[in-house]
């Protein structure tokens, strides 16, 4: 035996003698020798004093009787601000780049003697996807996250953590999950992204999956257009309003019940392996720098806005439009489709135009009621004043709206399944690429997006077949 | 279709997927356990009984392969003369002793199985009850230059969680030490060196009551009955029969004994104290995640704050506030430090 392995068979001898624990004893050494000194050499001004204001701010945002209440409050604060801020900026840009421009462009086009095939798929096609998206979700994001960043920046945000985690801790997930669920309610790729800030794997796994239960700004529209037309209608004109918000928030809030359900399921099965930590740190509370939060947050979220109409929104207005302009024996592809799925549709409460919908809109759900209306008046080829195929269109007015959906065979029941679908479909392409930038895996990027839609044609089904029943 | 019949059948569907895929116990997974009880299995799981037999230094027969393997005693036989024929075992008057090649082979074998406890016991949440029966599979998938990999990842550990050493790359193997739980007297000192995780009953039974290696025993009486003892501080009781699956390290000196048992989570907001340890419980990312935070022995710590339901309660250490769950502060162990009057 060489020296070599004299020396190398004694050194796996020592290794059984000091044991498995050797890395945390020099660990805990290390840190042991270094506070010593701290505490020899160091010396703190202030002491405890430093902290009071902290507590005291504390004592009264964490008790039970008035955390809850000031939590309900601000967070309710920040949705109204941004419902209705972003009402007059919203219409304001959509009379801009959907009325104003779109009919230059349009006009633009012809004159320059462009093919009519390449004004339908540029401008009516991708151009108006495109817009849409911009008008319909620029303004909330632009008030809602800056809201949320200077709450953040404050030291707010993690005490709603810290009194939230028993609950989420009973379903298997991390107290910060109530933080990018909320985020969600703005936008599911910014509560992805924000879910970083749970380091913990499995809890930020739950967290991204169900991030999507969060009804986001490019659904709220849709949901309160819905309920307005179907639900408000159910009873007398002076309740409309109320019965039709009511059920828009019942949708909101059963997103939030379905969150935690899916986080105690996923948490229980397909992630009970994954490693599990817990902490949160509950930082001192700063002034926040308000000009320069809102001006960074204005400019991030502007971006990612326009990246997202550039980016998915535009080939997907260009997918609409051929597959409404493109016929083989005179029927369009759009039409081939709804044929085929309408008699599966109809088993879940929907039809094979709203299916369309959902899958040309997969990149973004702010144009699937301009699709389904668009759909249902060619398929049907009802007489429209301006309706033509491929040009996604919304009405001025909620009659008109009515009109065209009831004769596309809509009921209550449809209207319902409607906003249940809207709430348990995959996340928009967006999110979807969020998430595999996020995880890295195309296996939880898979789930995230089949599992809300399984859950969706589950409920509708069972909504539906229920409803005929009773 | 009439709504009725819709949802029957879709019922009936439901019934059907749960039937196939209900977890553990689903047609799925007994189909794919089934595939896995191959002959290599067989041969691996049979040398593996034969290593233990030799380490435990008893005798192992044909009968003790098929009582273990839970295989027909032909079946064993069969096996038997395979070994044999692959000269990995020889028989001398019934009883069954492993070749140069065979201990080699079987302890290659432990090797994986070991470090594939390890692993899930440090990088993932897989629940102590189902490391053993989950590296009992893997133990025959993992190549052993994928198991040297893995082992490389984790630091190449050199005991597994239960306290078991895991051999090395060139099988070597530290001859078995310490006590059985049963044989120590009243008032002996000892350290839970290794927990035995077979069967799985017993041990499920040992993992409830929060006994695990490195936790600190003082018996307070042992009769034919039951054995008493404080674990760490806590009053255990156990059946002898139990018991024996614990092995301990006898403590000699008194310097090495611990007195306070005190855990964080009994701090109240206001009060200090000193770290003393952290729980053997608290294993891989969790430890480490705390260590970071600076909540190592000699830390000093002071609850500040709980949260409206109590289940969670903010600590500062070196002036950082961290909340920290129950769950974790039932595993650190403190020594209170006398209130400070400047507040």
Not at chain 1, 92 to 120: E, M, Q
Not at chain 2, 86 to 107: C, D, F, Q, V
Request: aromatic fraction near 10%; charged fraction near 20%.
């Amino acid at each position: 035996m060489t020296e070599r392995d004299e020396i190398i068979a004694l050194a796996n001898r020592l290794r059984w003698e000091v044991g498995g624990n050797f890395h945390d004893s020099l660990m805990e050494s290390l840190y042991k020798e270094a506070s010593e000194i701290v505490k020899k050499t160091v010396r703190k001004k202030g002491g405890e004093f430093a902290f009071s204001l902290d507590r005291k701010i504390d004592k009264i945002v964490t008790n039970k009787w008035t955390g809850f209440p000031i939590m309900f409050i601000l967070l309710a604060l920040v949705f109204w601000i941004t419902v209705q801020g972003a009402n007059y900026p919203s219409e304001l840009l959509s009379g801009l780049l959907v009325g104003d421009l779109y009919g230059f462009l349009k006009s633009a086009f012809i004159s320059l003697n462009i093919p009519g095939w390449i004004t339908g798929l540029v401008v009516d096609g991708g151009y108006l996807a495109m817009a849409w998206v911009i008008s319909v979700m620029l303004p909330p994001m632009a008030i809602f996250f800056p809201l949320f960043t200077l709450l953040e920046d404050f030291g707010y945000l993690p005490r709603v953590a810290f009194n939230m985690d028993s609950l989420f801790r009973k379903v298997g997930a991390h107290g910060k999950q109530a933080l990018t669920m909320s985020m969600g309610f703005g936008c599911n790729a910014a509560g992805v992204v924000a879910t970083r800030i749970i380091d913990s794997p499995r809890e930020r796994l739950i967290a991204i999956i169900t991030n999507n239960f969060s009804l986001c700004n490019g659904r709220w529209p849709t949901q309160i257009l819905i309920a307005t037309i179907f639900i408000g209608s159910l009873v007398p004109a002076h309740l409309a309003g109320l019965v039709s918000a009511g059920a828009v928030v019942g949708i909101a809030v059963l997103g939030i019940v379905f969150s935690l359900v899916t986080s105690w399921f996923l948490s229980k099965t397909i992630l009970k392996g994954e490693a599990s930590t817990f902490n949160l740190e509950l930082p001192p509370y700063r002034p926040p720098r308000i000009l320069q939060t809102l001006y960074t947050s204005f400019i991030d979220r502007t971006l990612i806005v326009l990246w997202r109409a550039v980016v998915f929104a535009f080939p997907a207005g260009l997918v609409i439009w051929s597959i409404s302009n493109i016929t083989i024996e005179g029927v369009s592809l759009a039409d081939y489709f709804i044929n085929y799925t309408d008699p599966f549709a109809m088993l879940v409460g929907l039809n094979g135009i709203i299916l369309l919908a959902y899958v040309v809109a997969i990149p973004a759900n702010e144009i699937v009621i301009p699709t389904i209306l668009m759909l249902t008046v060619t398929h049907f080829g009802l007489q429209i004043s301006g309706a033509q195929a491929g040009v996604m269109f919304e009405t001025g007015s909620m009659e008109v709206t009515k009109q065209i959906l009831e004769a596309g065979g809509w009921t209550v029941l449809t209207g319902i399944n409607l906003m249940l679908f809207s709430l348990l479909h995959n996340p928009c392409s967006t999110t979807l690429f969020t998430i595999y930038k996020e995880t890295g895996s195309l296996k939880w990027t898979v789930i995230s997006a089949l599992l809300p839609i399984a859950m969706g044609f589950t409920v509708c089904f069972l909504v539906t077949q229920l409803w005929l029943l009773l | 279709m009439d709504p009725l019949t819709s949802l029957i059948l879709f019922g009936v569907g439901a019934l059907i997927l749960v039937v196939f895929f209900l977890p553990e116990k689903g047609l799925y997974y007994r189909w794919k356990r089934a595939l896995q009880s191959t002959e290599r299995v067989l041969i691996e799981d049979a040398l593996k009984h034969l290593y233990d037999c030799e380490y435990r230094q008893v005798n192992c027969t044909l009968q003790s392969i098929a009582g273990n393997l839970d295989i027909g005693s032909d079946k064993a036989a069969e096996l038997v003369e395979r070994l044999e024929s692959l000269r990995l075992i020889t028989t001398e008057n019934g009883n069954l002793h492993l070749t140069k090649s065979g201990r080699s082979y079987a302890l290659r074998v432990i090797r994986v199985h070991r470090i594939w406890e390890k692993y899930l016991a440090d990088e993932t949440s897989v629940p102590e009850t189902d490391w053993h029966s989950q590296a009992e599979i893997m133990e025959h998938e993992l190549t052993p230059a994928q198991a040297d990999e893995l082992a490389a990842k984790i630091g190449n550990p050199v005991v597994d969680p239960h306290g078991d050493p895991i051999p090395s790359v060139d099988g070597d193997l530290p001859g078995r030490e310490g006590v059985i739980l049963t044989n120590l007297k009243e008032n002996d000192f000892a350290v839970i060196t290794h927990i035995e995780d077979e069967p799985k009953t017993v041990y499920a039974q040992i993992v409830a009551l929060g006994l695990s290696p490195g936790m600190q025993i003082r018996i307070l009486e042992n009769s034919p009955t039951r054995i008493v003892f404080e674990a760490d501080g806590d009053e255990k009781v156990l059946a002898p029969v139990i018991a024996s699956n614990i092995t301990v390290k006898k403590i000699f000196t008194p310097e090495e004994i611990r007195e306070e048992f005190k855990t964080l989570s009994v701090l109240k907001p206001g009060e200090k104290a000193e770290v003393i340890k952290i729980s053997n419980a608290l294993r891989g990312q969790q430890r480490r995640r705390l260590m970071d935070l600076g909540v190592v022995p000699g830390a000093e710590i002071k609850a500040e704050l709980e949260n409206p339901f109590g289940d969670l309660t903010a600590y500062r250490v070196k002036d950082t506030v961290i909340a920290l769950r129950k769950n974790q502060t039932d595993h650190i162990y403190i020594k209170k430090v006398e209130k400070t009057n400047n507040e």
